[in-house]
C-alpha cells in the first residue's frame, strides 16, 4: 500500500456528505463538517492550536452550548500578545491575522465555556481523564488532533472509547511512515463512523514517491 496509501484509503472509505462545511480557516487549520453534527456534541476537545483557534471560534459561535478544552503547551494569552505586537514592527506576514488571533483567543479563555490546558499531549496522558470534570457517560465528544504525530498515540483510547464520540478530526504527520496504522485505525471505526472528508496538506511537504506526508480526515458519527 505504501506507494498508493492516500488513493487507496480514500477508494476504500470515502463516503461523500453534500452539507459538510469548513469551520476555522480556509487554509491550513480550517476542517470539514456537517453543522448537525455540531449541534449534537457537548464538548469539543481541541488538541494543537498555536496561534490559530479560528476553528474553535466558530465552533463556539455555531453552538452556543458547546464546552471547549484547547490544549496547547506553546501558547499563553501573553506570549502572542507579545509576539503580536512584534510583528507589527518587523518585516513579518500574516500580522492582521495573527493579531486577530491573539484577540480570538484572549477572549475564549475568558469564557466560561472554554479553557486552556497547558501541556503536551502524548502518553501517559488520556483524553477522556482530561475532560472527566466536564462530561458524564451521554455527553459527546467532538476530537480535534493535530499535533505534530502525537495523535498516533491516542488511536487506542479513540477506538475503546468510540460511542463517546460525534466526530473525529485529524491532522496526521508522517503519512508516509504510519499510513498502515491510519488505515487499520479507520477501518476500526468504520463500524461506527464514515470517512466524510479527506485532503492532502502541501504544507507537510511531500514522501520521495510523492506521496503526502501530511493528511487532513474527518470521520462522522454514521
Same mark, same amino acid.
Given at each position: ?21 469548513? %469551520?476555522?480557516?480556509?487554509? &491550513?487549520?480550517?476542517? *470539514? $463538517?456537517?453543522?448537525?453534527? @455540531?449541534?449534537?456534541?457537548? =464538548? ?44 507589527? %514592527?518587523?518585516?513579518?506576514? &500574516?500580522?492582521?491575522? *495573527? $493579531?486577530?488571533?491573539?484577540? @480570538?483567543?484572549?477572549?475564549? =479563555? ?113
Amino acid at each position: 500500500m505504501l506507494d498508493n496509501y492516500y488513493k487507496n484509503i480514500k477508494d476504500k472509505f470515502l463516503v461523500e456528505d453534500n452539507a459538510l462545511f469548513r %469551520f476555522g480557516s480556509i487554509d &491550513d487549520g480550517g476542517y *470539514y $463538517l456537517n453543522p448537525k453534527t @455540531i449541534k449534537a456534541s457537548d =464538548i469539543l476537545f481541541s488538541g494543537g492550536i498555536s496561534y490559530n483557534v479560528e476553528f474553535e471560534y466558530d465552533i463556539f459561535r455555531f453552538n452556543k452550548e458547546i464546552d471547549i478544552v484547547m490544549v496547547d503547551p506553546t501558547v499563553s494569552g501573553i506570549k502572542l500578545i507579545s509576539k503580536g505586537l512584534a510583528r507589527l %514592527f518587523f518585516k513579518k506576514l &500574516d500580522k492582521t491575522r *495573527y $493579531l486577530f488571533n491573539t484577540l @480570538i483567543f484572549n477572549y475564549l =479563555i475568558k469564557q466560561k465555556r472554554c479553557s486552556h490546558l497547558k501541556l503536551w499531549l502524548k502518553k501517559p496522558e488520556r483524553i477522556f481523564k482530561l475532560i472527566e470534570p466536564k462530561i458524564n457517560r451521554d455527553s459527546k465528544v467532538l476530537l480535534k488532533l493535530d499535533i505534530e504525530g502525537g495523535e498516533y498515540d491516542f488511536l487506542d483510547e479513540i477506538i475503546e472509547n468510540l460511542n463517546r464520540f460525534s466526530a473525529l478530526v485529524f491532522e496526521f504527520h508522517d503519512m508516509h511512515l504510519h499510513h498502515e496504522k491510519v488505515y487499520n485505525f479507520i477501518e476500526r471505526c468504520s463500524t461506527l463512523f464514515n470517512l466524510v472528508f479527506i485532503e492532502e496538506n502541501p504544507s507537510g511537504g511531500y514522501a520521495s514517491n510523492g506521496e503526502p506526508k501530511c493528511v487532513e480526515m474527518t470521520l462522522e458519527r454514521q
